[in-house]
């Protein structure tokens, strides 16, 4: 069964960085885009970056450009993401998404991990 699991997460301090994983199985991790999303508490969920099987980035949150680094490394069925000159407002639980149908991203997904927490705060 497919099974997404992140980790890489804490506490950091405003203008820290931190570098999420996702480890994939139960798919052919390489020819599925890939996806990064949050959770603010309270709210609903929020697109964070996209990457497409090949390695392309293909969405990024406005306010995390510049700042933030999605990639992905097929042979060990890993995504990540590389969080920079973090924020408070970029506190919230982060997971990783698989998109629905393999090929090009739909921006549609149907498995999401569980989730690393992320809190920025001094």
């Known amino acids: 069964q497919v099974q997404l699991v992140e980790s890489g997460g804490g506490l950091v301090q405003p203008g820290g960085s931190l570098r999420l994983s996702c480890v994939a199985s139960?798919?052919?991790?390489?020819?599925?885009?890939m996806y990064w999303v949050r959770q603010h508490p309270g709210k609903g969920l929020e697109w964070v970056a996209g990457i497409n099987s090949g390695g392309d980035t293909i969405y990024s949150i406005e306010s995390a450009k510049g700042r933030f680094t999605i990639s992905r490394d097929n042979a060990r069925n890993t995504l990540y993401l590389q969080m920079n000159s973090l924020r408070s407002e970029d506190t919230a639980m982060y997971y990783c998404?698989?998109?629905?149908?393999?090929?090009?991203?739909?921006?549609?997904?149907?498995?999401r991990g569980q989730g690393t927490q992320v809190t920025v705060s001094s």
């Open positions: 139960g798919f052919a991790f390489n020819t599925y885009s």
């Open positions: 998404a698989k998109d629905r149908a393999s090929g090009s991203g739909s921006f549609n997904y149907d498995y």
